[in-house]
């Protein structure tokens, strides 16, 4: 690696990447708090859902606006605002009386991830692009460990307390903790007084790359066991415990990844390596009737998607130049703007001809994102990560 590169200083990327663990954390809690908000405020399932509804249009938001605020109030300030936010989030969540009000606890929850993940992405795609990947990677395998962490404290805090709201506190330690623990003499940088111009046509391109790859993720995610239960004849539970295995297959790539292997390859073969294995296992668990081959393909689809977004990032903003922080913002906006259509869209799709007849829509985004990697490649043609 190139000697004139800088290098993150060790306790500004634990900060970075605690900041992301804290919001995968709140993310996975409150998809897992969801059902005991529903009984505690007589919800229906309809109404329930919109908790996540309202947290992909606070992404939203955060992607529209992120930039705008870190130039006018600084790029450092954007951890402040989100830990703010993530503050108040939790307050509406675990205190809430009425749907109203947890559902803009859900929205501030929407708003404080999309402005953590678009300083975070600033933050670490300052070092060259191999390290840059390295460190996305890093980060977003160190941040699945908190997100599995949840349903477990959650459970924990039912199980034994009989409250599930103390497991949603939490957090807050961690956001005053890193409060502190943030080192000040990092302030803004360079790209909060760039000129705020047009991004390339290239980092559009890139950025579909990321729309597709988010997309992919989260329609596993959503409806991964219900495509293994219709198919296999398994209970709920046995699905759900299996599709757990996606997330294992993301966790594995990403720490694979982020340990430095591949560093010297192309950042297109990477991404069409990864939405090939999406293919195959997305295809293996249309086809599988038995449970064992299920499990196979779901975790296959984790180890296909796991590359997508850290490579996908880090090729969208260094195709941006000195508007980093924009085109960060901008990337997360794709992130929520995939999460609030995709799965949404599959369920359409299946409410209409069934969730096994529609479950090859993913498949052919998956080729879509293989076109667009071509179409990248040709535009871009960049150097391979060194």
Known sequence: ??????????????????????????????????????????????????????????????GATADIIGRRAGHSRLFDLSAAYFTGAIAMIVLAPTLPVSLCGAFLLGLGGGTVSTHVNVQLSRFGQAQSRILLSQANAFSMITAAAAPVA???????????????????????????????????????????????????????????????????VCWGSTIVMLRTGISNADATLLASLFVVGMFAIRTVVGSGVGADRSPFVLLAGGLVVVLAGASLTWISTTPVLSALGLFLGGCGVASLWPVGVTIALHTAGVNQLQAAARATFGAG??????????????DAVGVVAAWPLIMGVALCGLGVVAVAQRTQQPRPFA
């Open 1 to 62: 690696m190139n000697d004139t590169i800088p290098q993150m200083r060790p306790q500004a990327k634990w900060v970075a990447f605690s900041y992301l663990a804290v919001w995968s954390y709140l993310l996975y809690g409150l998809g897992n708090a969801t059902p005991y908000l529903r009984d505690d405020l007589r919800l229906s399932s309809f109404e329930a859902g919109l908790h996540a509804s309202a947290l992909a249009v606070g992404i939203l938001v955060a």
């Open 337 to 350: 703007l995939a999460i609030l259509i995709a799965p949404a869209a599959l369920g359409l799709a299946g």
């Open 154 to 220: 959650i459970g924990l805090a039912v199980a034994f307390l009989q409250l599930w709201r103390v497991a949603m506190l939490l957090p807050i330690v961690a956001v005053f903790g890193l409060t502190a623990l943030r080192p000040r003499a990092e302030r803004d940088s360079a790209d909060v007084h760039a000129p705020n111009t047009s991004l390339p046509r290239a980092y559009w391109i890139a950025w579909l790359l990321i729309v597709i790859g988010v997309a992919i993720e989260f329609s596993f």
